[in-house]
């Protein structure tokens, strides 16, 4: 059974850097795609980040702030996320695609107070 397993969530003050993780077990297969998204408060999931076809996406509201990278041979990946602001305050998922295939996380809270 396909699990993406994320980590790293946290309480931070407004300013400060967290780094999730999000590992993918229970394939031999590396992911196609892999994303974050987020669900704040009130609001609809959106995408964060992501990585298709080899290049980085970005929301504009994270552009230049987030970070995000793979490591392939350990079929995870990463969300350096700096300069935390409170509105980044969500449940953040990891979503990942084998073929057609999607897999999502548990998700993982992080909460930016002021």
């Known amino acids: 059974q396909v699990q993406l397993v994320e980590s790293g969530g946290g309480l931070v003050q407004a300013g400060g850097s967290l780094r999730l993780s999000c590992a993918a077990s229970g394939t031999r297969f590396i992911m196609h795609n892999m994303a974050w998204y987020r669900q704040r408060p009130g609001y609809q999931r959106e995408l964060v980040a992501a990585i298709i076809g080899g290049k980085n996406n970005y929301a504009d509201s994270v552009k230049g702030r987030f970070t995000i990278a793979r490591e392939n041979a350990k079929n995870t990946m990463y969300l350096q996320m700096n300069a935390l602001k409170p509105e980044d305050t969500a449940v953040y998922y990891c979503?990942?695609?084998?073929?057609?295939?999607?897999?999502w996380g548990q998700g993982t809270q992080v909460s930016v107070s002021s």
């Open positions: 979503y990942g695609n084998i073929g057609s295939q999607t897999f």
